[in-house]
């Protein structure tokens, strides 16, 4: 049976319409205001559910109202310095978005005069913009009915419709936009996918839904069946790996600080940080020798001052602080350059890097 025999078999003896008009009543009357609601400008909503991917509302806000108060149209976007966009996301994550973003917005100004293309193909075409996103700025912004299916739009569905298939495998999120396909409303999708994505954020939450005030309770199989908790199946995660590192600061003779630019793709590209040695194989000599072949650098060293540990989706870093002495030796290393400490604050840095900014001192 493929996914369209089993939405269909799903949503058998399911009151589709009834469904629809309680959600997109209750959305109406309780969504939040939010600043990317103000309008159905689909420049806008396309920002915002990047910003949104992974990250909660409340920290998007400020970060969404700043970047659209420095890049209000797509042009004034495309023509940014790259670095001036990863500074103005410095602290949401994820920058590989902030620069996806920039080169699909580019492609959008030169390709198709500054317009968010509302044809299917040709927004999804676009680096960055997956299903969900798809759906969700030719929903909201073009009122197409469109699915956009994320977590939160899986749990909602799952309980509601009483699906136990696994969230955690990318298959199932193709039987959930087929599901998605047959319930949202052709009259309204804007509201109906907001209404879903609300629901889902305010009521409907992976643990202890509110299911006493949920406007289509009388429509869930699984709160009827009283499973509301066991669902969504979600197998867990791989362990992430842990890996050492010391984070050093060093001064030249000058004063200044040394950083260095990672590299242009990757975990956090092309943003700054201070030099980390990674201390899997390596004692406190052989690091010194490690850094010494890697920067051209001779150091000694001086204070350990923190113990940062940041985690990412997949690894998380255990980052000594270190400020070490500079003895000798002639910088070599590509990317890296001494600063002023006053002009830090000008360089796009990781959140686990700004942990150590409070060192240096102007």
Same mark, same amino acid.
């Given at each position: 049976?493929?996914? *369209? ?5 799903? %949503? ?43 990250? #909660? ?12 108060? /420095?890049?209000?149209? @797509? ?41 968010? @293309? ?21 929903? +909201? ?13 899986? #749990?909602?569905?799952?309980? +509601? ?6 969230? =955690?495998? @990318?298959?199932?999120? /193709? ?7 047959? &319930? ?14 609300? %629901? ?45 590192? /010391? ?5 030249? !003779? ?18 700054? *940080? ?12 052989? =690091? ?18 923190? !113990? ?13 602080? &270190?400020?070490?002495?500079? /003895?000798?030796?002639? %910088? ?31």
């Amino acid at each position: 049976m493929n996914n *369209q025999e089993r939405a269909n078999q799903t %949503l058998n003896e399911f009151d589709i319409q009834s469904f629809q008009e309680d959600l997109i009543q209750w959305f109406k009357k309780e969504q939040r205001i939010l600043p990317w609601r103000e309008n159905q400008d689909p420049y806008r909503v396309w920002v915002s559910e990047i910003m949104l991917q992974q990250t #909660r509302v409340d920290t998007v806000i400020p970060y969404f109202n700043h970047f659209m108060d /420095k890049f209000p149209t @797509p042009e004034s976007l495309a023509e940014a310095d790259e670095q001036e966009v990863l500074k103005a996301w410095e602290g949401l994550g994820y920058y590989s978005r902030a620069r996806n973003l920039q080169t699909a917005v580019r492609e959008v100004v030169e390709e198709y005069g500054g317009v968010v @293309p509302s044809d299917p193909g040709e927004l999804g075409s676009l680096k960055g913009v997956g299903p969900y996103t798809k759906g969700a700025i030719l929903s +909201i912004a073009y009122d197409t009915p469109e699915p956009a299916v994320d977590g939160n739009v899986m #749990r909602v569905l799952s309980r +509601i419709l009483n699906v136990d298939d696994d969230i =955690a495998k @990318p298959k199932t999120r /193709k039987l959930f936009e087929e599901l998605v396909r047959g &319930v949202i409303s052709d009259k309204d999708p804007s509201s109906f996918n907001q209404g879903m994505m609300e %629901l889902g954020a305010m009521i409907c939450t992976p643990k202890s839904p509110s299911c006493m005030l949920c406007p289509v309770q009388e429509y869930c199989r699984a709160f009827d069946k009283g499973i509301e908790t066991t669902l969504p199946v979600k197998s867990s995660k791989k362990k992430q790996k842990k890996i050492p590192y /010391k984070l050093i600061l060093i001064e030249n !003779e000058k004063g200044e600080v040394l950083i260095e630019q990672r590299p242009g793709d990757g975990l956090l590209a092309s943003l700054w *940080q201070y030099p980390m040695i990674p201390m899997k194989d390596l004692g406190p000599e052989s =690091a010194k020798v490690w850094f010494l072949d890697e920067y051209g650098l001779d150091i000694e060293w001086k204070e350990k001052l923190e !113990e940062v540990k940041h985690v990412f989706s997949h690894l998380i870093w255990e980052m000594e602080v &270190v400020r070490v002495t500079l /003895k000798g030796g002639e %910088l070599n290393r590509e990317r890296a350059r001494f600063v002023e400490k006053q002009t830090i604050d000008d360089y796009p840095f990781p959140v686990s890097h700004q942990k150590a900014h409070k060192y240096v001192n102007p």
